[in-house]
Nanobody
Framework: QVQLVESGGGLVQAGGSLRLACAAS????????MGWFRQAPGKGREFVGC????????DYGDSVKGRFTISRDIAKNTVYLQMNSLKPEDTAVYYC??????????????????WGQGTQVTVSS
């Protein structure tokens, strides 16, 4: 019921920055939370962060806390992931996801209803 499209991935040197965007369409009025996850080759999906759609509260995974920031442009139905001080271990496919639920385990990927196609982020050392 919600379509999500990520963009902004690419190649960057360690210590650099990237900003990812996730554009939402469809039944966007149903969204309560937007999450960011990432998946490296051979690994499971890791929680990066999330933002509450209306209240705009945020939380982050320990590995990115202090380096990544999530924000939302309400007019564009778009959520952003600003990534600073990038490390080689940040290399992964980054996904955004949405869920129409106000109380849930937001760090668990299985809790989310809709997912984007992902965008590749590669950090060189």
């Amino acid at each position: 019921q919600v379509q999500l499209v990520e963009s902004g991935g690419g190649l960057v040197q360690a210590g650099g920055s990237l900003r990812l965007a996730c554009a939402a369409s469809g039944r966007t009025s149903s969204i309560d939370f937007m999450g960011w996850f990432r998946q490296a080759p051979g690994k499971g999906r890791e929680f990066v962060g999330c933002i509450e759609w209306n209240g705009k509260t945020t939380d982050y995974g320990d590995s990115v806390k202090g380096r990544f920031t999530i924000s939302r442009d309400i007019a564009k139905n778009t959520v952003y992931l600003q990534m600073n001080s990038l490390k080689p271990e940040d290399t992964a496919v980054y996904y955004c996801a949405s869920v129409g639920r106000r109380r849930f385990a937001y760090w668990q990927p299985g809790q989310y209803d809709d997912w984007g196609q992902g965008t590749q982020v590669t950090v060189s050392s």
